[in-house]
């Protein structure tokens, strides 16, 4: 007769613990991505996390600054700064 061998009960909870690992991490990527995309194409949004968070977008100045060749992106701190000013958004000592 054959004999069948019980699963161990700890494998089921490590499978449904790397399931919720990989859900939660696909979240997590997926509002970064939307995040940097409206930091990517709105003004309006820079203008709001400059306010609100602006150890984030400092964050994103430097990283487009390192990875990008493009003399916009290379630029973009100091454009947004002239145009909030301009705009009188910001104060000019800011």
Do not use: C
């Not at 990989?22 to 003004?43: P, Q």
């Not at 990283?63 to 700064?81: C, N, V, W, Y």
């Amino acid at each position: 007769m054959l004999r069948k061998n019980p699963k161990l009960q700890y494998s089921r909870y490590v499978k449904g613990g790397a399931k919720v690992f990989l859900a939660v991490e696909a979240v997590l990527f997926a509002a970064s991505y939307g995040i940097w995309h409206r930091m990517n194409t709105s003004s309006d949004f820079r203008l709001y996390m400059h306010k609100n968070y602006p150890w984030i977008l400092g964050g994103y100045y430097r990283i487009g600054e390192s990875f990008s060749s493009h003399p916009k992106a290379l630029q973009i701190r100091e454009l947004d700064m002239t145009l909030w000013k301009q705009e009188g958004k910001i104060s000019s000592d800011a």
